[in-house]
Nanobody, 123 residues
Framework: QALLVESGGGLVQPGGSLRLSCAAS????????MGWFRQAPGKERVFVGG????????YYADSVKGRFTISRDNAKNTVYLQMNSLKPEDTAVYYCAAGLVAGVTSPYNYDFWGQGTQVTVSA
């Protein structure tokens, strides 16, 4: 069973940046496509972006395209979500997840999940 742990969340002003990390233990992430999801209060968990096992392919929701960047370092068993130009509507709990296929937007296709990290964008 893989353990995924997100970190890097916090409070940031609109227009600011944060970098989230997702570190894995118990299983190597290099065999998995990775996804980032977010869930705002009272709303469904939605796909933010994903990255293939090699890092060669990335996928983004339209709402974050051009502002967020996903990367991975398989040697460190870690995936990152760089978030720039943050908006209040980006406020949510952010989750990373591992699945066999990268870029899948449905959360049901992912096998392992982290516990989430809160991102709050507010002045």
């Amino acid at each position: 069973q893989a353990l995924l742990v997100e970190s890097g969340g916090g409070l940031v002003q609109p227009g600011g940046s944060l970098r989230l990390s997702c570190a894995a233990s118990g299983r190597t992430l290099s065999a998995y496509g990775m996804g980032w999801f977010r869930q705002a209060p009272g709303k469904e968990r939605v796909f933010v972006g994903g990255i293939s096992w090699s890092g060669d392919s990335t996928y983004y929701a339209d709402s974050v395209k051009g502002r967020f960047t996903i990367s991975r370092d398989n040697a460190k068993n870690t995936v990152y979500l760089q978030m720039n130009s943050l908006k209040p509507e980006d406020t949510a709990v952010y989750y990373c997840a591992a699945g066999l296929v990268a870029g899948v937007t449905s959360p049901y296709n992912y096998d392992f999940w982290g516990q989430g990290t809160q991102v709050t964008v507010s002045a």
